[in-house]
C-alpha cells in the first residue's frame, strides 16, 4: 500500500491510450522537421564543400547562431516572430490567424535540425572517393549531377546512422513543442498529470513511449543499412553502379599511365639529341 501511494503501475498504463492518441502529432512534427532539415541541410553542406563566396561566410555564421542558442529558444522566436515579420510585410492580423501554430513548430525544429544535419550530409560527402567524381566529371557530368548520380549514393550508406541518430533527436525534441501551443505526448502527459498532481506515473508512461518508439526506430535503421549497403568485401560483388565507376576509373589511369610513357620517351630522346651534340 505504501509502494502504491508512492507510485501506482495502474495509473501508468491508465494514461497510455490518451498518450497514443498524440503520437501521429509527435511523429508528424518530427518526419516534416526532417525533412525540412535535409533540404536546409543539404544546401548548407554543398555551400560549404564548394567554399562559395559570401554565402560560406553566411552559412557559418547561421550555423553558429543555431548551434549556440537553446532549441525552445528558437521556438519561441518562431512563435512570436514569425507573425510580426508577416504584420510588417502588410499582410495583417488575419494571415497570422489562418497559419496553424504547428507551421511555427515545423520551422523551428527543422532550422534547429539543419545545424547537425549538414555536417552529417558534409562529411558523407567528403568521404566519396574523388577518382570517382574525377571520373564522372571526365565523362562531362555536371556538378548536379555527380552531386545526385555519383555523391549522394556513395554518401547514403555513410550518412544513413547519424540521419537516423538525429531523427531520434528530433523526435524527442519535439518534447518542446509546447512552446508554440501543440500538445503532442508531452504535453498531453503533463495535462493528465495535472488532474491527479501524479506526475511520475506520467512521465514513466511517456518515458516508455518513447523508449518503444527508438527501438522500433533502430530496427528499422538496421533493415535500411543492409538494404543501401554497397559490398566492398572480399567474395561480394560490387553494385553495378560502382562496377561502372571502377570501369571508367580505371580506363582512366590507363590513359594517364600511357601519357607518362610518352612523356618519358620524350624525355629520353631528347637527352640523346643533346647528347649527339655534345
Known amino acids: 500500500m505504501i509502494l502504491q501511494a508512492l507510485f501506482d503501475w495502474n495509473r501508468v498504463w491508465g494514461q497510455m491510450p490518451e498518450l497514443l492518441a498524440k503520437i501521429p502529432i509527435t511523429l508528424e512534427l518530427a ?3 526532417m525533412v525540412i532539415s535535409l533540404v536546409l541541410g ?8 564548394k567554399k562559395i563566396p559570401v554565402l560560406e561566410q553566411l552559412a557559418k555564421v547561421f550555423l553558429s547562431l543555431i548551434r549556440g542558442t537553446p532549441m525552445i529558444i528558437q521556438l519561441y522566436v518562431a512563435y512570436y516572430g514569425v507573425p510580426m515579420i508577416i504584420n510588417a510585410l502588410g499582410f495583417g492580423n488575419e494571415v497570422v490567424r489562418q497559419i496553424p501554430k504547428i507551421i511555427y513548430a515545423f520551422l523551428a525544429l527543422g532550422i534547429y535540425q539543419s545545424a547537425y544535419t549538414s555536417e552529417t550530409i558534409r562529411a558523407a560527402f567528403m568521404s566519396v572517393s574523388k577518382g570517382e567524381i574525377e571520373a564522372a566529371q571526365a565523362m562531362g557530368m555536371t ?19 547519424g540521419l537516423v541518430n538525429s531523427l531520434i533527436g528530433l523526435i ?29 506515473e506520467g512521465y514513466v ?49 590507363i590513359e594517364k599511365e600511357i601519357l607518362e610513357e610518352k612523356e618519358e620517351e620524350v624525355s629520353i630522346e631528347k637527352e640523346v639529341v643533346l647528347n649527339d651534340w655534345d
Request: hydrophobic share 55%; aromatic share 10%; net charge positive.
Open 31 to 33: 518526419f516534416v522537421a
Open 42 to 49: 543539404l544546401l548548407l553542406a554543398v555551400i560549404r564543400i
Open 143 to 161: 556538378y548536379p549531377q555527380i552531386l545526385f548520380k555519383v555523391i549522394i549514393p556513395e554518401a547514403l550508406e555513410i550518412a544513413v546512422p
Open 172 to 200: 524527442k525534441g519535439t518534447s518542446l513543442a509546447f512552446a508554440c501551443g501543440i500538445v503532442e505526448i508531452t504535453a498531453q502527459a503533463q495535462i493528465i498529470s495535472g488532474r491527479s498532481y501524479r506526475y511520475l
Open 205 to 253: 508512461a511517456l518515458a516508455i513511449i518513447y523508449w518503444i518508439i527508438t527501438i522500433i526506430i533502430e530496427q528499422l535503421l538496421k533493415i535500411l543499412e543492409k538494404k543501401i549497403s554497397i559490398p566492398d568485401q572480399v567474395g561480394e560483388k560490387p553494385s553495378k553502379f560502382k562496377q561502372f565507376f571502377l570501369k571508367v576509373l580505371r580506363k582512366k589511369e
